[in-house]
Nanobody, 126 residues
Framework: QVQLVESGGGLVQAGGSLRLSCAAS????????MGWFRQAPGKEREFVAA????????YYADSMKGRFTISRDNAKNTVYLQMNSLKPEDTAVYYC???????????????????WGQGTQVTVSS
């Protein structure tokens, strides 16, 4: 079992930055691929970014490329999402997700993940 707790959300002006963190429980965090998703009111959950368990492979949704960076620190059991140049349309609840994976693998569909955090709200004002 893996438990995930997100933090770092908040209110920021357009053009600003936030760094989300997702702390994971369990001794096998380093064998889990991780992902970030988001869900805005009235919309479906949307893929944001993914990272392999080693951190050597990352993948982003097109609209996040160049603005968002996913990273992880396996010694701290934590995955991060650095968000820069934020836009009002980035407003959503952001979720991290985890699944056991082979080396180098990452996943960009919600159904691929077994474990989810409770989410953290990000609000970008114009």
């Amino acid at each position: 079992q893996v438990q995930l707790v997100e933090s770092g959300g908040g209110l920021v002006q357009a053009g600003g930055s936030l760094r989300l963190s997702c702390a994971a429980s369990g001794r096998t965090f380093s064998t889990y691929a991780m992902g970030w998703f988001r869900q805005a009111p009235g919309k479906e959950r949307e893929f944001v970014a993914a990272i392999s368990w080693s951190g050597g492979s990352t993948y982003y949704a097109d609209s996040m490329k160049g603005r968002f960076t996913i990273s992880r620190d396996n010694a701290k059991n934590t995955v991060y999402l650095q968000m820069n140049s934020l836009k009002p349309e980035d407003t959503a609840v952001y979720y991290c997700a985890a699944r056991y994976a082979s080396r180098g693998s990452y996943y960009y569909t919600a159904g691929s993940y077994n474990y989810w955090g409770q989410g953290t709200q990000v609000t970008v004002s114009s």
